[in-house]
């Protein structure tokens, strides 16, 4: 419950940061003002994030006031870098202002924000999907830094990232979640190599990055040796809540495409009439859902997205494919059919089309309760973390990671 | 936009969870259950003379607090919760919100005082699916300058008991709501309810002698106001009673032990229960951006009535269906409470539209053609 | 697969008892003979249950053609039995005859069948339901017999059988499955109390079952000390093909009162463009299922129902829910309503209404995925024994039971 | 009753899937489904000649081996089980199946000797969502004898190589079925379908020249029973697809380790593969019931032809796409197998009736009234 102290707080905090975003933009008006620029001056002004510290792009408000200014600039014409550096803008910044040091935060907050340097995130392995702590991507200390090698996979932006989040193990004696630690990695060092990873899409969104003797400088591990676990967590959960809050009108989106799709299809006489509450079902789940999501990100007094944005994620995954697949059928005949197969590699540079092939994004969606953790692991942190189930019986969290079952 | 229930709502909250716990506890709530009243006269009052509940939202000038239905709704959340039989749906969410919209003064004058001091037990009738398509009838009575009321209503909640009846009677000049005070044409048959813990009655009207508030053919859009007012008063009940079935199932998910483990180690039970938190939480959004609406943007009410309607009452069902499947056998006897909120979802999941009918309408709100044929 | 030389022998089989069958009724016509009478001779005829052993009831035929000659006989006008002795029928037949000694098969077939004694199951308690093998009933040997303390629960047709299934704990120093012991009780043994379990439909159709030092003769122990598990599981294996093998032909039970509903409510103008697709859905899901049910039952070579049972029961729950919540939507207002919660003890000597009250039906139906064996227990029993997944990890089975933690 | 597949069935059910994991594995499969033709010729040739699958069900008179709609299901199934990119289903569960029923003896002794053979490949086209309602159109030519037909059929399966087009077109005497040999008036145009195992064709017909096969206005009940047949070929190949798809869900459940643990005894993933067993069960029920009745009870074939077509290309569907969400992110790689079969799967739901369509027609069938206004 939100503490009535808190709540005016955050009142004379929103009117507060309306003003300053205007006299921002009156200074910086977007349509005479270089994009870079323009970023750069709002990461000085501290209202790139205005959540983080003063210097750090933000001016130390509530969390909850971030998507106020978004929109504002949105609003004002500004360029959209959400989806184009998503990893970094969505997840990496705010672990490396919650566990940077100055160092860090100085070189690489400010880049990442203007997009000069876009991120990629070196966490899922063959190995480590859903058990993500069992990776076995290992560094090993070495002069002033450490040595990497191993296999990730899934990594999106990966071709055109600068730069990668990385988790490595650097002990194997310790227990699988204990011995774990986080790097910043440059893309461009020897013996990285990415490779696409075709999907069922026929595009390659994904990459496989191959990591062979990498040498990443001590100064590039984030936190503490061991403590890679733990940060990783601030990137995940920052993960979920981007992937899950995506969207915030009414009827946009996944669900838009659908009543457009059924609009056309009783327009060209293939709809049925059980049709309608299909959509309808979905319309109203899919609203519910956004509800949740604008409930959520107004809860104020909070440093860091909780194990409810897995709420969202969930629903946004299990929706998304519901409602692509609606799509489909209400194409009749057209839904054997698909655009291309054409093997391409996407950098997100463009925003969202407004008018996708629903086949495709029916088959892309599929990825949806996949991709930054199965829709087992959120029901499972549903239970375990919002609502305080018991675990289940383990046998792989207090044994040396090596001596653990892999497949 | 934030329109999740503010500071002082949930001081409220407190105070009436604190009133319920005390005097409608499990026990209270199963004592009146098996009475035709279905309620303590005395909590009934106290409810109103002490907290003020009955008069939240009717305006100050007739004896209320004036609050808006942000603050009524967490009194019925919390009522939801417990499932305290009294009539408060009937004399407040449904005769008090019609009167308070129809705007008739006079009436208002007459009736709200009354309800707002607990003195009072009211009930909206009506005859078939739709209050707004009732074949109840009234026609203007020569010799006194009232109306005639007649027709059954078959089902009327809380009409066992209410002494005023708002009765929803279409006329000559088109729909009206008339009030009948008086036992004259009037016989009142109780049913057996599925859910025991809200008393239904049938009604049958014979020339019954009414009033008419407002202008029979003019009220329609105010009444239709009134009624998506209640249908999210409904809809806070439903998520009060949902949250309620998850606390319950987690709860003995983390008590109950089979195969050396507690049951809510297993994925089956667990996953269950994030499903039931996905449903609750959504659930939760509707309603509360409902009755937020209702206070503050009105031309939205229509959708976020229907939305809350239907989202709000299948949630509830669900939950309380897996409750029971969660508690096993015991679940299925009278005597766990589990039960208690199974009838009563699936009671009040047909009461003022079903789901598929709110979005059927919520289709034509948003002006989602239908398919012909 | 079935062996082509087991389906022609089948073929011959079918042929030979439809004309037993036909021999017998002639003798005994079902207008003119008394239904006792005509049962104990059924039973020497051994066309009681044609898959027993001779002088058992049966001719030592498949199994599989047992379902065509309850049919015949039921066309015949003959009563059924099968609701009002539905545990000894259904389970307690083929438990006794698979593990009886010639005494007990002796003793206790013939009556059983004819109806003279009523059987009921004492397996569950308070604290086993899923977990049976979990259960804390005890039997002390005393002199020749036992003496047996605890409480057993979900007893159906307690309070009017002369002879009850009992599963007890003869050692608690052994593992859990390990300990247990089968017995045939006599129900009017002193200390066997029978208290009626009042349910959320105002019935009570199962009972407790208080146990309190009831002797029972080591002649009524069935099978060795020990093997109480594995005998049970022939009962189980049993119950779940009765339960799901229910209604055999297209449109019975409770989908016709579905369809029944669904016109009432298109009649009287309460239905919804949305339903009729909601009612074919469960339709042909119901068909599916009952097709399934005689694809299992018609193979032939297997002298015990398998695991396979289990989708049987599985859908038959799931669906029976589905199927009369669907009716109780289709009432409109009057769902609000129930015909009534007076208390009542059922014998089920009647045989199922065709019209219920659908609104009770919904109500009863929210057990059928609760007894005999929650829905969750038969998908791990699909998934583990039917699809060879393996066993979550396990605590409670190889240590004592005395030592296994319970609630 | 038993209509399970007797050991005749089962027997050429062994020698069918030995040929095609032989001959048809996956490395072939995408071989050729990356190709316009989609097969290997040689197979082909082998499968009518060796195997004499093309001519299963064609009566011996025209070199086929006259066996029942239960064996060809058997070959379908088999077929759907590795995904086979063949012309088959145009040429024998459509245009074979067509000429069967259509009873034509000068065009079943043109044309069906040639489909057994395995020299002609066919297809049987049509415009709009049904054959019964097929846009095309024919007209006498006066001045050969025979018709034109006309028109643009937007999706034929195997369109694209066959050279035999059955065209299913209207007439000013009602519904007509026409044999197209050659290319004069015909434009064929290659589609990118969403499952690349199954060739797709746009096929435009300019007074194209044709034979009638039955005659005009005649031919409706005959074309009804051969597309009921073809939905139920469907069914088999879709049970086939999704028993393959459960064996590879639980050898990988089996195989995988998460957690310290094989994946398949998380309940998580051992419950959602129950639940599969049980949609490939009612799948399988419900295609060897249909087969079954096809080849005994002719009367029962459209209940059971939209029964089945309703329930199986659902499981199919289900199953094929919970295999991918089972697998994790390597089922959504263009390298794993599993996307071949949810293509697979989602296209052949759409194909010749939707779910929701065959759930109609069945409605119909059984006297279920639909809800009108």
């Known amino acids: 419950m939100n503490d009535p102290g808190q709540i005016d707080q955050a009142r004379t905090d929103q009117a507060t940061v309306q003003k300053l975003v205007e006299e921002f933009l009156a200074e910086h008006p977007p349509p005479t003002t270089d994009d870079r620029t323009l970023r750069a001056a709002r990461f000085d002004a501290g209202l790139a994030f205005v959540h983080f510290d003063p210097g750090c792009g933000g001016l130390g408000l509530d969390r909850s006031l971030q998507p106020l200014v978004e929109r504002l600039f949105l609003d004002a014409g500004c360029a959209d870098w959400s989806a184009r550096n998503v990893i970094g803008l969505g997840m990496g910044a705010a672990t490396i202002h919650t566990h940077g040091t100055d160092e860090q935060r100085a070189k690489y907050l400010k880049p990442l924000f203007t997009g000069e340097e876009i991120w990629c995130q070196l966490f899922s392995e063959p190995g480590a999907g859903s058990d993500l702590a069992a990776l076995a991507t290992r560094a090993v200390p070495e002069g002033d830094g450490y040595i990497i090698n191993g296999q990730k996979i899934w990594t999106s932006l990966g071709h055109v990232a600068r730069r990668g989040l990385l988790v490595a193990r650097t002990d194997p004696d310790r227990p699988k979640h204990r011995g774990l630690s986080y790097f910043l990695l440059d893309m461009t060092s020897p013996g990285v190599e990415v490779r696409p990873l075709r999907q069922i899409t026929g595009q390659a969104e994904f990459n496989e990055v191959y990591l062979t003797d990498v040498f990443v400088p001590a100064t590039d591990r984030l936190g503490a040796i061991g403590d890679g676990w733990r940060i990783s967590m601030t990137t995940l959960m920052n993960e979920r809540v981007a992937i899950g809050g995506r969207g915030n009108r009414r009827g946009d989106g996944a669900i838009g495409h659908a009543v457009a799709s059924y609009r056309d299809a009783v327009h060209a006489g293939r709809a049925h009439p059980a049709d309608r509450d299909r959509l309808m079902r979905l319309w109203t789940t899919v609203e519910a859902a956004r509800l949740t999501n604008i409930r959520a990100a107004a809860q104020v007094g909070r440093p860091t997205p909780g194990p409810e944005g897995s709420i969202a994620k969930l629903q946004y995954a299990e929706l998304n494919k519901a409602v692509y697949e609606l799509c489909v059928d209400l194409l009749g005949d057209a839904g054997m059919l698909i655009d291309n197969y054409t093997f391409s590699q996407p950098d997100l540079s463009s925003a969202a089309s407004d008018a996708p092939d629903v086949r495709r994004a029916f088959l892309r969606s599929l990825a949806n309760s996949i991709a930054g953790g199965t829709s087992e692991i959120m029901r499972n942190i549903l239970g375990e973390r919002v609502l305080g189930l018991p675990g289940e019986p383990r046998n792989d969290r207090d044994r040396p990671w090596k001596d653990v079952p892999r497949s | ?373």
């Open chain 2, 1 to 373: 936009m934030t329109f999740t229930p503010g500071p002082e709502a949930e001081e409220l909250r407190a105070v009436v969870r604190g009133f319920l716990e005390k005097r409608s506890g499990e026990a209270e709530v199963r004592r009146w259950m098996d009475t035709d009243a279905g309620h303590d006269p005395a909590v009934w009052g106290q409810a109103a003379t002490e907290l003020g509940l009955q008069g939240l939202a009717i305006d100050e000038r007739w004896g209320g607090s004036g609050a808006s239905a942000v603050e009524l709704g967490v009194v019925f959340e919390e009522m939801g919760r417990v499932l305290y039989g009294g009539p408060f749906f009937g004399t407040v969410a449904l005769a008090a919100t019609t009167l308070s919209e129809l705007g008739d003064t006079a009436a208002q004058d007459r009736y709200l005082p009354g309800i707002a001091a607990g003195d009072t037990l009211a009930a909206l009738a009506w005859a078939g699916p739709d209050p707004m398509t009732s074949t109840l009838r009234a026609q203007p009575d020569g010799a006194t300058g009232g109306w005639r009321v007649s027709g059954r209503a078959e089902l009327v909640v809380d009409g066992g008991v209410a002494g005023l009846l708002l009765a929803v009677a279409d006329t000559p000049d088109g729909l009206g709501v008339f009030a009948v005070e008086t036992t004259d044409g009037l016989t009142r048959t109780t049913l057996t309810p599925l859910d025991l813990t809200r008393k239904l009655a049938a009604l049958d009207f014979a020339d019954a002698p009414a009033t008419s508030i407002g202008t029979p053919g003019a009220i329609t859009d105010r009444l239709r106001r009134a009624l998506d007012i209640a249908v999210l008063m409904l809809a806070c009940e439903q998520v009060g009673g949902a949250a309620r079935v998850l606390d319950m199932a987690v709860e003995y998910a983390n008590t109950r032990v089979q195969f050396g483990r507690k049951i809510g180690s297993f994925q089956a039970i667990k996953h269950r229960c994030a499903d039931m938190l996905v449903e609750v939480e959504s659930a939760r959004s509707c309603a509360y951006y409902g009755v937020w609406m209702a206070a503050h943007q009105p031309e939205e009410l229509p959708i976020a009535a229907s939305l809350a309607g239907s989202v709000c009452s299948e949630a509830y069902t669900r939950c309380a269906l897996e409750n029971i499947q969660l508690h096993g056998g015991i679940g299925f006897t009278w005597e766990h409470p589990a039960h208690l909120y199974a009838k009563r979802a699936r009671s009040s999941q047909l009461f003022l539209g079903s789901p598929v009918r709110h979005r059927t309408r919520l289709a034509e709100l948003l002006d989602i053609p239908e398919v012909v044929g």
